[in-house]
């Protein structure tokens, strides 16, 4: 099954662990800057000292708060996983497919659906932006890519979520500004951490994930602790 935010991720010291990993390539990816819905695929490098600047010009915008506790969090209250029925008219939803298979025809390449379906993808090729590496996937190996909430729902909820309507939970849960199909196993060493305990081991893309994450802050009013922000605003020159 292709999930989320799992599992336990391993620290990163004041300059994140991880060497530069080669970017596969991926001329479809866009910069988030350029893409502050979502709706456009991947998450292409921030590299210019101009967008640098608008990265931490929006990072600086994000405000902080000390991590509340975990204590009531269940995936379950943010929705059925993956819904095409998000309520608050969020992209993609009520499309007839849903989210997880949104997302992955969104990023990938090559793809195959299901005979008779235009929704149920079945095999692709996805440019893992957090690893750099190219996948070839098949859904009988579903587990080899799971779709990452950037900002992941267990901080969401400690960080307020937790006192929002069930609607507006499943609107962050099924957000494709949110959402990046990633290497799974990768995702799975994320778990519900922050920018200051883990970044994408491709170097490349740490300004544009650090913008990414900026960017479900701020759409949902939902602060980071300072350490993350700190840690955002390192990777775009900060």
Not at 21 to 30: E, I
Not at 51 to 67: C, F, N, Y
Not at 94 to 105: A, E, I, T, V, Y
Request: hydrophobic share 35%; with cysteine.
């Amino acid at each position: 099954m292709v999930t989320g935010c799992k599992g336990l991720a391993p620290p990163v010291d004041g300059g994140p662990s991880g060497a530069a990993v080669p970017t596969a390539a991926d001329g479809r990816a866009v910069n988030p800057l350029d893409n502050p819905d979502g709706t456009k695929p991947g998450l292409a490098a921030v590299t210019s000292s101009a967008d640098k600047a608008k990265a931490r010009s929006l990072i600086e915008k994000v405000a902080t708060k000390g991590r509340g506790p975990k204590t009531g969090y269940e995936r379950d209250k943010f929705g059925y996983a993956w819904t095409d029925a998000a309520p608050g008219g969020i992209p993609f939803s009520h499309n007839g497919c849903d989210s997880r298979n949104d997302l992955l025809k969104r990023d990938a390449e090559k793809v195959r659906f299901r005979a008779g379906s235009d929704c149920v993808v079945t095999s692709m090729t996805l440019h893992d932006p957090y690893t750099g590496k190219t996948i070839e996937w098949t859904k009988s190996h579903a587990a080899a890519v799971q779709i990452d909430h950037v900002m992941p729902l267990s901080y969401d909820w400690q960080m307020g979520a937790s006192r929002w309507s069930k609607d507006k939970r499943e609107d962050i849960a099924n957000d494709p500004l949110n959402l990046i199909p990633v290497d799974g196993p990768t995702n799975g060493a994320k778990g519900d951490s922050g920018p200051a305990t883990w970044l994408p081991p491709n170097t490349q893309i740490r300004c544009a994930y650090s913008v990414r994450f900026a960017q479900v802050s701020l759409k949902y009013d939902l602060p980071v602790t300072a350490a993350d922000k700190q840690m955002m605003l390192r990777q775009c020159g900060g």
